[in-house]
C-alpha cells in the first residue's frame, strides 16, 4: 500500500505511547546496529589494527611487569610502549662489556651520576643528566651493549626505538608516534630512548625530504627541547649511529655528550677475548695475546664469531671423522663378508669418544 492510499484520519491521529516507545527502540536498534557495522568495517579496512592490538596487549604486560601501573596510556602510547625494555630483565650489564672502561667510566660519572643522585641537588637545572647522548663508531664494537648497561645501571626504563617503528607508518600517523614516544617517556620516568642507527631517522635535512619526514624531524626536536622546560624531568634521548657525519647537524647539537667506541686495539682484543672464552674449556696450548696480535681490525663482535666458529669447528671435525670412521668400517665389513669371514666382534661405533681425543 502506498502512503497516499492511507486514510487521511489515520495520518492525522496522535501516536499512541505504544508505538513511540516502539519507534524509539527500533531506532536505538538500528542506531547501535550502524555505529558497529562503520567501526567493524573500519577496523577491517585499517591494515595497522591487528598490530594495534598485539602491541596493546604487549605493552599492558610490561607495564605491570615494570611497576608501572595507574598510569593511563594512550593507543599511540601503548604502541610505543610495546617497545619498553625492563632495566630488571636486562641481561646486559657493565660486567658483559670489556675492554671499554674509559667509556665506561665517563658514562658513569656524566650519566648515570645525576639519574642515581637526583635526590642531592632536587630542583638544581645544572645538575642533571644530558638530554642527548651519542654513540658513535664502526659496527658491531658495543654501542648497543652500552647503551642497554646504562639503563640497567642507572635504573632507567629503556625505549629501544627502531627508526622504522615512526616512519613507516601512514600518513599522520608517524607525527602521532612521535609524540607518544616522549610523552611516554615522561610518564613513565626516568626513561631512556634508545635509537640504533639514528643517521637513518634524523639524517642531514634537503629539500628532496618528503613533507612528512620532515615534519617528524621538525617534531621531534622540538618535542626534545620540551624536555628542558622541567628540571624534575628524566628522559634522555641516545642515539647510536656508524656514520656521525650523516646526522643532521641539529640533532648532533643537542647531543652534548659524545662517546667515540672505536675498533679495539690489542689489549682490548685480548680483554674481549677473555671475556667471550671464559667457562670454556680451553687448550693450554691457547695464548690469547698471541690472538689479540693476530686480529688487527676485528671488532668485538667479529671476535665473538671468531670463537663461535672455533668451538663449531671442533664439533665439525669430530662429526666428520667419525662418519669417516664408520664409512671406513663398514667398507671392512663388507669385505670381510665377501671373503665369507665372521665380522669381527665388539667393536661399537656408537660409543661416543671425546673429540679432543680424535
Ligand atoms: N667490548 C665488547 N665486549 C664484549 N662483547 C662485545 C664487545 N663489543 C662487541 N661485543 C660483541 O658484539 C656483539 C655486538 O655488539 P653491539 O650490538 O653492541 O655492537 P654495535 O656497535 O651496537 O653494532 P651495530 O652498529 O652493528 O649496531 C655483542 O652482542 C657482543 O657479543
Redesign the pocket.
Known amino acids: 500500500m502506498l502512503f497516499k492510499d492511507l486514510p487521511r484520519e489515520a495520518l492525522m491521529r496522535p501516536l499512541s505511547r505504544n508505538e513511540v516507545v516502539g519507534m524509539l527502540v527500533r531506532l536505538t536498534i538500528f542506531g547501535a546496529a550502524t555505529y558497529y557495522s562503520i567501526k567493524w568495517v573500519v577496523e577491517a579496512m585499517d591494515p595497522t589494527c591487528k598490530q594495534k592490538n598485539q602491541a596493546k596487549k604487549r605493552a599492558e604486560q610490561l607495564m605491570k611487569r615494570i611497576g608501572v601501573e595507574g598510569v593511563k596510556l594512550t593507543e599511540y602510547e601503548m604502541n610505543i610502549a610495546s617497545h619498553l625494555v625492563d632495566p630488571q630483565t636486562m641481561k646486559v650489564s657493565w660486567r658483559?662489556?670489556?675492554?671499554?672502561d674509559e667509556i665506561i667510566n665517563e658514562l658513569q660519572d656524566t650519566v648515570i651520576l645525576p639519574f642515581q643522585k637526583r635526590h642531592l641537588l632536587t630542583g638544581s637545572k645544572l645538575f642533571q643528566p644530558p638530554k642527548g647522548v651519542l654513540l658513535f663508531?664502526p659496527?658491531?664494537?658495543?654501542?648497543?651493549?652500552i647503551a642497554k648497561a646504562t639503563a640497567k645501571a642507572s635504573g632507567c626504563k629503556f625505549i629501544n626505538l627502531q627508526a622504522s617503528t615512526l616512519t613507516d607508518m601512514w600518513y599522520g600517523e608517524s607525527q602521532k608516534l612521535t609524540a607518544a614516544v616522549f610523552s611516554l617517556a615522561v610518564k613513565i620516568q626516568p626513561c631512556i630512548i634508545f635509537i640504533?642507527e639514528i643517521e637513518s631517522f634524523l639524517r642531514n635535512r634537503s629539500s628532496l625530504d618528503h613533507e612528512a619526514t620532515a615534519m617528524m624531524k621538525a617534531q621531534f626536536m622540538s618535542l626534545w627541547d620540551g624536555l628542558d622546560t622541567s628540571s624534575t624531568t628524566q628522559v634522555m634521548v641516545m642515539g647510536?649511529t656508524?656514520r656521525p657525519q650523516d646526522v643532521d647537524p641539529a640533532i648532533l647539537r643537542r647531543m652534548p655528550a659524545t662517546f667515540h667506541?672505536g675498533l679495539?686495539n690489542v689489549r682490548q682484543r685480548q680483554d674481549?677475548l677473555k671475556?667471550?672464552l671464559a667457562g670454556e674449556n680451553l687448550s693450554n696450548a691457547i695464548n690469547l695475546k698471541e690472538i689479540a696480535e693476530k686480529t688487527e681490525g676485528y671488532?668485538?663482535?667479529d671476535l665473538?664469531e671468531l670463537c663461535r666458529d672455533a668451538a663449531m669447528y671442533r664439533v665439525r671435525d669430530y662429526v666428520r671423522k667419525e662418519q669417516m670412521r664408520q664409512i671406513a668400517q663398514q667398507l671392512q665389513d663388507s669385505q670381510d663378508e665377501e671373503k665369507g669371514k665372521i665380522p669381527v666382534a665388539g667393536v661399537s661405533f656408537s660409543s661416543c669418544q671425546d673429540p679432543e681425543e680424535i
Not at 139 to 145: A, E, H, L, R, V
Open positions: 658483559d662489556i670489556a675492554g671499554l663508531g659496527p658491531g664494537c658495543g654501542k648497543t651493549m640504533d647510536a656508524n667506541v679495539p674481549i671475556l667471550i671488532s668485538g663482535s665473538r
